[in-house]
DNA sequence: CTTCAATGGTCTGTTTCCAGACTTTTGGAC
DNA sequence: GTCCAAAAGTCTGGAAACAGACCATTGAAG
C-alpha cells in the first residue's frame, strides 16, 4: 500500500492570506503599478469597489487611506470625487532589482518564473487553437498596436494589457486570473530594470509573432513564441542580477 | 490614449473567499475527496494544521465537528486520538454528474477544463525541459506504478496523486497549488461517473506516454500527450453529460 | 442661486475570529 | 498500577471585520 503520499502541502496551505486590510492595500497596489488604473483615473466608488473585493466597506477606506497616506492616491469628496491615481512608476535605481527579488525570498524568482511561463504558455496555445470572432481578434491587434505605439512611461502598462488579453480572450476566467497573478508576482522585477529601446524592439517582433501564430491558429508556434518570449524576459532579469 | 481598458475584472476580485469556516470546511472536504488524506489515516493535529492553514484552533475545529456530523470523520481523544477520515467515495448514481455540473454554475466546466488543459499542459512541458535526478524520476515512475495497480476504489486518488506529482516535480509551489486548483474543480465530477475498465485501461496508455516523454526529455511530447489525455478527460465528462 | 445626486466621511452595534491558558481523555511505557 | 505525553475539549477576553444608517461636501444642471 502507497500510504496516502501526495504531497498534501499543496492543499492544505492557508485558507486565507493573512490580514483583510493589508491583503487589500497589496491588491490595490498591484492595481496601481499594473495600471489596471491608470495615472489620472479613479478607482470605482468605495461602495462599489469594497463589493468587488468582498470586503467591508470600513476596512477599503483604511486600506485607500494608507495608499493615500503613502501618496499613491488622492482622494477628492463631492459628486465627481473619489480616490485618483497619483503615482507615476519612478525610474529603477541600480539595486532595485536586488532589493525586490530579496523581498521574494529564496526560490520565489524561479517559481514566479517558472508558474508564469506555464501559464501564459496554456493560455496563448489554447487561444491560437480557438475559433475566433472578429472582435476577439480586433481586441488582441489592438492590444499589440498599444504596445508598439506606447510611450516609455506606459510600456509597462500596455506590455502588462497584452500579455492579459491573451489570457482574458480564452474566455476562462480561471485562467486570466492565474495569469494576471503570474504577472504580479514579476511586476516588482521589471519595474526594477531600465525599459531600454533593443529590448523594446526585441519584445515587439516577439509580441508580433504570438499574435501572428495566434491569429494563423497554430497553436504550436503560438506556445513556441510565447516561450521565447518569456525566456527572453528571464534571461534579462537575470542579466540585470549578476 | 488607450485609457484603461485592462479587463480590469482579474484584479479587482475578491480578496477573501468568504467566510473563514465555510472556507475550511470546503477545504478539509477537498483534501478528503482528493485522497490526500485516505480512508482510515488521520489529519494532522488540531494546533498544526490550525496554523498550516493560516486560522485559529477554533475556527478549524467548528469545521471539524461539521465534517464529523456529515460523516466524513471520525474524531478520537486522548494519545494516538485524531480526526480519522471515514469517507468512501460512494459509487456514483446517475444524475450526479448533472448535479454537480449544475453547481458549478453557468461557463464553471469549461472554464475549469481549460485552466487544467492549461496549467497541466505547461507542467509537463515544463518538467520534462528540465534535467531530473535520479530520485524524480524515480518518484514519477513510482506514481505511474500506483495508478496502474490501483484497486477501483483508489483510482481516482492516484490518479490525483500522479498528475499532481507532475507538478510538484517541476518545483514550483505556484504551479503545484495552480494544478490542484485545476484538479479540486473538476473533481465533483469526475467522482459522479463510473470508473470504467476501457477507460482505465486507455488512461494508462496516456499515463506512460506522459512519464515516457517526460523522463526522454520531450517537452513537446509531454505537453501532446497530456493535452490527448485531458481532452479523453473531456470528452468523457462531456460524453456522459449528453 | 437653488436643488440634487453622487460621492467620501462618520458612527454604532454585532458577528466573526483569534490567541492563549486551562481541562480531560486516552493508551502505551515502565 | 502508576505515570506520562499526546491528543481533543473548554473557556475567556479582546481584536478585526462587517452591516447599515446617517452626515458632509461637491459640482453640475436647471
Known sequence: M??????????????????????????????????????GEKLPPERELAAQLGISRVTLREAIRA????????VRRGRYGGAFVVYRPPSPRKGDLRRAVNEMGAGGLDDALTFRMAVECGA??????????????????????????????DYRRLDTAFH?????????????????????RVTDLLNAIPVLQPNIEHAATQHAAIVAA???????????????????????????LS
Open 124 to 153: 496563448a496555445q489554447i487561444l491560437a487553437g480557438m475559433e475566433l470572432t472578429e472582435g476577439q481578434r480586433a481586441t488582441l491587434s489592438s492590444r499589440l498596436a498599444g504596445v508598439n505605439d506606447a510611450a516609455p512611461a
Open 214 to 240: 495566434i491569429l494563423e491558429g497554430d497553436p504550436e508556434g503560438a506556445r513556441r513564441a510565447v516561450a521565447e518570449h518569456l525566456e527572453g524576459t528571464a534571461a534579462l532579469l537575470r542579466g540585470f
Open 2 to 39: 502507497d500510504g496516502g503520499a501526495t504531497g498534501a502541502v499543496s492543499l492544505l496551505r492557508p485558507v486565507r492570506a493573512g490580514n483583510a486590510f493589508e491583503e487589500t492595500v497589496e491588491r490595490l497596489l498591484q492595481a496601481i503599478k499594473l495600471g489596471v488604473v491608470a495615472h
Open 67 to 74: 495608499l493615500q497616506e503613502a501618496d499613491f492616491l488622492d
Open 164 to 184: 492579459l488579453a491573451i489570457a482574458e480572450l480564452t474566455g476562462s476566467p480561471l485562467l486570466a486570473a492565474a495569469c494576471a497573478d503570474a504577472r504580479l
